[in-house]
Structure formats: C-alpha cells, structure tokens
C-alpha cells in the first residue's frame, strides 16, 4: 500500500504502525506519531493497522535552542 | 549574623522547582554529539532545550537524547511554529513522551530577523499553561506583552538580548531592565548572548538567568566555552547580589588622600 510519511509517498507493505516504526527508526522510543492529524499513543501502536492512502508523521527530538 | 559568603544560598526557583545553574544550554547546531556531551557537562547547566523535528526515514540518525543526562531538565521548545495553533500542537507532541511538561514557546513569523510574535506567544502560553504545562515563552522584551504572558501564566519570561543567533549580545538591555523591574517572574535572557562578558553583564543588572546556544556550539572549543559562560553567569550573578556601586562621571581616589610623607 501507499503511505504518506513525513510529507512523502512510502510503499509500505507490513500491516502495523509498529512494524513501519521499527522500520525508520532505530531509537523508537522517543518517536512521537500522528495518524491522520491525530496522536498514537505507544501502547497502540501494535495494534494500529494501517491503510492505504494513510497520513502518518513520525517526530522525534533534535537539539535546538 | 550575617551569612559567610561561601554559605550564598541562592537557587533559581521555576514553578517551584529549584536549581543551582542560572545558565541554561541550546543543543542545537553542534558540530557533533562529543561537543554537545562535553558542553552540557562542562557548563553545569540544569536544564536544556531540544527541539522536536520530523525524523529522517533515509539517515535514521541518533537521537539526540541519549547525550543528555537523565538527571537534566529537558524544555522542550516550539521551533518552527509560526503561530499559536502550531506551537500548541507541537506541544502536545511532545507531552507523548512524558520526559518533561515544560514547553519554550517559539513562535517566529518573520524570515529575516527572526522575532518572536508576541501576540501568538500570549495565545500559546495561555492555552498551555491551563492545561497543566510549565510555559516558558521566548519573547521580544515588551512590558505590556510580558504581562500579558504572566496573566496567561507563564512561568518565567524569556526575552531576546538581540537578534538570535547574531552574538551581538544585550542589544535591547535597558528594555529587559525594564522587564526585570516590572515582571515579577524570573526573567532569562535568551538569544543573541555571544560571549561571557555579555552573560555576565545580563546577570549583573539582575536578569534571573541566561540561555546560550550558538555561540558555544559553533566556538573552536564549545566545552570551553560553556565552561566560561558558567563562570560568567556565576560571576553575573555574585556581582548583582553584591549591590554594586553606581558609576560616577568624575574621579575618586582608592586610596588616602592625608598622611603623605612630604607634609609638613
């Protein structure tokens, strides 16, 4: 299925927000998620399916002043 | 009877919380993670912004995290928002993670110079701080917008020395008196500071803390100078509470002005 990540079309073929999580970060414990402008807490991102055509950022923190 | 001056207790309390630094660090723009590690140790400070960005899915970067100790206050600000609405939502983002409620709003709207919106900050630090976070805004240095921030309950104001990133230092210093002596919040100074003698002279006129970042992520030895911004703050801060002495336009000598060996 086609997925917008972060802004950009991603092919993605697993099934669950966790799946595709652990495939972008090494350090998911500090990633915050957006599922079509909503907010997935970590204890449901195992269960989290997603779809086609679905909107998901993916944050995290980055030094700043 | 008066207290010896090694027995100074004079923390910094922020919505209750007490620190012994009065110097907070900027982690952004470190040429690598060593500089960063080494600076936040060697300039003491108790707490440090990081910023909250997309994560690049090509890079899988580090994150920046696991450089800064566990026992330092993280504060979170709100970089890239151009408006209430998105400082607000990156503040929720980052309450995901639980680390630490305390948000630095950052809302610019200007491209060139980089000021702060006053009036979208006032809205964001109203609507945050009702539910529950501890807002400290960055703010350009107006009295009647840092009362309004105080009104919308922030807990401490953050206005700009000059322009951020320019290290030119406390371009705007006597409206940030003014704040220091109408505001009864902690006042930081915040961007623009670019040495130690400048940290120092903030401090000295009373500002409650200062905030650096690129001057000491971009110096030849960043560690060095976060160490040397510690000391100043220190130093800043010794001399405020001394109650120094006013400048006069004439001379006055140090020394006697009777009992020299050629009178009579």
């Known amino acids: 299925m086609k997925l917008i990540v972060n802004g950009r079309d991603k092919q993605f073929d697993g099934l669950s927000l966790q799946t595709l999580i652990a495939s972008v970060s090494k350090n998911p414990e500090h990633v915050i998620v957006e599922l079509n402008s909503g907010i997935v807490k970590k204890d449901r991102w195992e269960q989290t399916q997603l779809k086609d055509g679905d909107r998901i950022e993916l944050v995290t923190f980055v030094g700043g002043g | ?264």
């Open chain 2, 1 to 264: 009877m008066q207290n010896t001056i090694s027995q100074i207790q004079d923390p910094l309390t922020i919505a209750g919380e007490t620190f012994t630094s009065r110097f907070l660090l900027g982690t952004g723009k470190f040429k690598n993670k060593k500089d960063l590690a080494d600076s936040i140790e060697s300039s003491g400070s108790q707490i440090v912004t990081v910023a909250l960005r997309r994560i690049d899915i090509e890079t899988h970067e580090d994150n920046i995290l696991q450089y800064i100790p566990k026992n330092i206050k993280l504060m979170v600000n709100t970089s890239g928002a151009r408006n209430a609405k998105e400082a607000i939502r990156i503040a929720h983002l980052a309450k995901e993670t639980t680390l630490s409620n305390w948000i630095k709003i950052e809302v610019i709207n200007d491209s060139k110079y980089l000021l702060p919106d006053n009036v979208e900050t006032i809205k964001a630090t109203a609507t945050l701080a009702a539910e529950g976070f501890v807002v400290l805004p960055y703010m350009s240095p107006d009295l009647y917008a840092a009362r309004e921030l105080v009104k919308a309950g922030a807990s401490a104001v953050m206005p700009l020395g000059s322009l951020i990133g320019s290290n030119q230092g406390l371009k705007a210093k006597e409206f940030i008196r003014i704040l220091i002596d109408e505001i009864d919040l902690p006042v930081i100074v915040d961007a623009g500071i670019g040495a130690p003698s400048q940290a120092a002279e903030a401090m000295e006129m009373g500002a409650d803390a200062v905030l650096a970042n690129t001057a000491v992520a971009t110096a030849q030895n960043p560690a060095l100078l976060a160490k040397a911004f510690r000391q100043a703050v220190e130093a800043g801060r010794l001399g405020y509470l001394s109650g120094l002495p006013s400048q006069k336009s004439d001379a006055h000598a140090s020394s006697p002005l009777t009992g020299f060996l050629y009178e009579k």
